[in-house]
């Protein structure tokens, strides 16, 4: 069912009731050179929020091409947009790059997280182009069955003290700030984008502990369900790992990490820690021309 433009729109909160995406600053850059994958899962983007590394996010975009993309929740964060409305030009430009692969033939799946959930009312749904799901079921090129939801279904705070993920929310807003400030530091010392926030998410034993616990209850999920392994984000951490013989995977997330889940056209999964990949292009790039410059030199 393809609903229009104006139903969407208006049941969106803040900026989005209010504002049409507008064509982006720069254009698309050409698909030639992408590296292509059969599917790309991103999540945790939290557009309409200082938090999001909506620059990195946009390189990402324009360096990757995929027959599939699924948008495993917290796309948007309307807990913030409530609050105050906050969207500049760069968070329109990933939403104007996702419905651009839409229409030109990728197949866009939405999950809604807990941080959208405004939008799973419409699930079922297509705007634009992009599937609204409650949950999926993605089959990989060597016949893997993966659960795709966005995970905070399971997570024991969310359900039983959503006042304390609140309030967890606030806290998490004023470290994301400082790591914004730690990272303007390291830009004009010519540093690579660091996680102040992720440093200290695997330095506190109690969040080590949650995430491990929260791992194991989606494995189980899955594996009751039938499935080989579940796709998730919700706790902004990557990872790859087999539970109760469950394949477990978690895309991350585009506030701290700046993360993405793929599959190879084999079927094989792997993780893009982006910042890495966007230092290895440089080096490579500044190898390149050093080599250039030797004979002249010589």
């Given amino acids: 069912m ?3 433009n104006n139903r969407a729109t208006s049941a969106f909160p803040g900026a989005f009731s209010r504002r049409r995406f507008r064509a982006p600053r720069a254009a698309e850059p050409s698909l030639d050179g992408r590296r292509r994958f059969r599917t790309i899962w991103i999540s945790d983007v939290h557009l309409g929020t200082k938090g999001c590394n909506a620059d990195l996010l946009i390189d990402f975009l324009d360096s990757t091409d995929s ?22 030009a760069a968070h329109n430009d990933i939403v104007w790059r996702i419905l651009k692969r839409a229409k030109r033939g990728t197949r866009i799946v939405y999950v809604p997280g807990n941080h959208d959930e405004m939008v799973r009312q419409f699930a079922g749904m297509n705007f634009g182009g992009v599937e609204i799901e409650r949950a999926a079921i993605h089959t990989t090129a ?8 966005h995970g905070d279904e399971f997570d024991a705070v969310m359900l039983a003290h959503r006042w304390l993920a609140v309030v967890g929310d606030a806290a998490y807003t004023v470290l994301m700030g400082l790591n914004r400030w730690v990272n303007v530091v390291r830009r004009r010392f010519g540093l690579p984008y660091y996680s102040l926030s992720k440093m200290a998410k695997h330095k ?7 995430i491990s616990a929260f791992e194991e209850v989606v494995a189980k999920a899955a594996a009751g369900r039938g ?4 796709v998730c984000g919700h706790i902004h951490t990557a990872e790859i790992r087999e539970l109760q013989g469950i394949e477990y995977y978690n895309d991350g997330d585009w506030v701290e990490g700046c993360t993405a889940l793929v599959e190879h056209f084999d079927g094989r ?7 890495e990949e966007i230092a290895r292009r440089e ?7 050093a080599a250039l410059r030797l004979p002249a030199a010589a």
């Fill in 142 to 149: 060597d016949g893997r069955r993966l659960l795709v939801m």
């Fill in 204 to 210: 506190v034993k109690n969040a080590v502990a949650f």
């Fill in 227 to 230: 499935v080989d392994g579940v």
């Fill in 67 to 88: 027959e599939t993309m699924y948008l495993v929740g917290d796309i948007i964060d309307g807990w913030r947009l409530r609050k105050k409305v906050y969207w500049p």
């Fill in 2 to 4: 393809l609903v229009g």
């Fill in 269 to 275: 999964m792997e993780i893009l820690h982006w910042p």
């Fill in 283 to 289: 080096a490579e790039r500044e190898a390149a021309s």
